[in-house]
């Protein structure tokens, strides 16, 4: 049985709880498991852009509180049972990384979260830790309201990536 096979053929509430390891908006989640069955792997892909792209401003920061910090792997496992796995690898980038960037990378969480109210978002996935603090920084001085919509950006792809691994046999 193929994996799009399998998702298709989950209950409402099975399907539900899967999306939401891809992306933490309930209503988004929710849309997905009514959408099915899905006729392709595409056809999947295209529905979870169309309901991003539904989303706004309160979802997008719903999404943001189900991710760990950008270097924060110590508490994925902890925090992020369901996800842990995926976020993990998703900050392999982090590996090697010396001190000095990971305490950069803590500081600016910092900076970003005082500045924005919610947590830096970047799909880690193929990023270096030095690459990461770097998109951080330039963020920052981002004006709110084009931030948050960067964010919603990364996490649409972090969506697509997650929705990939799902059906991944």
Same mark, same amino acid.
Not at 38 to 56: E, I, K, N, P, R
Not at 144 to 151: M, S, T
């Given at each position: &049985? ?12 099975? !399907? @539900?709880?899967? =999306?939401?390891?891809?992306? %933490?908006? #309930? ?8 959408? #099915?069955?899905?006729?392709? *792997? ?5 529905? !979870? ?11 997008? #920061? ?9 270097? *924060?792997?110590?508490?994925? @496992? ?5 996800? %842990? ?7 392999? %980038? ?5 001190? *000095? ?14 500045? =924005?109210? =919610?947590? =830096? ?10 690459? &990461?603090?770097?998109?951080? @920084?330039?963020?920052? *001085? ?6 948050? @919509? ?20």
């Amino acid at each position: &049985m193929s994996r799009l096979a399998w998702l298709n053929g989950l209950s409402a509430e099975e !399907a @539900r709880a899967e =999306f939401l390891r891809c992306c %933490g908006v #309930r209503t988004w989640a929710e849309a997905m498991a009514r959408a #099915r069955p899905f006729a392709s *792997d595409a056809a999947l892909y295209q529905q !979870a852009d169309a309901h991003w792209a539904a989303t706004g401003p309160a979802e997008w #920061r719903e999404a943001m509180e189900h991710h760990p910090r950008i270097g *924060d792997v110590s508490r994925l @496992r902890e925090k992020y049972k369901a996800t %842990g796995a995926w976020s993990e690898q998703e900050q392999r %980038g982090m590996q090697g990384a010396g001190e *000095d960037v990971i305490q950069a990378l803590a500081d600016g969480n910092r900076d970003y979260e005082a500045r =924005f109210g =919610f947590i =830096f978002l970047v799909c880690a996935t193929g990023k270096s830790a030095g690459e &990461m603090l770097g998109l951080l @920084r330039a963020r920052l *001085d981002n004006p709110p309201e084009q931030e948050l @919509r960067i964010a919603a950006g990364e996490q649409a792809k972090i969506t697509r990536i997650r929705l990939e691994k799902l059906l991944a046999p």
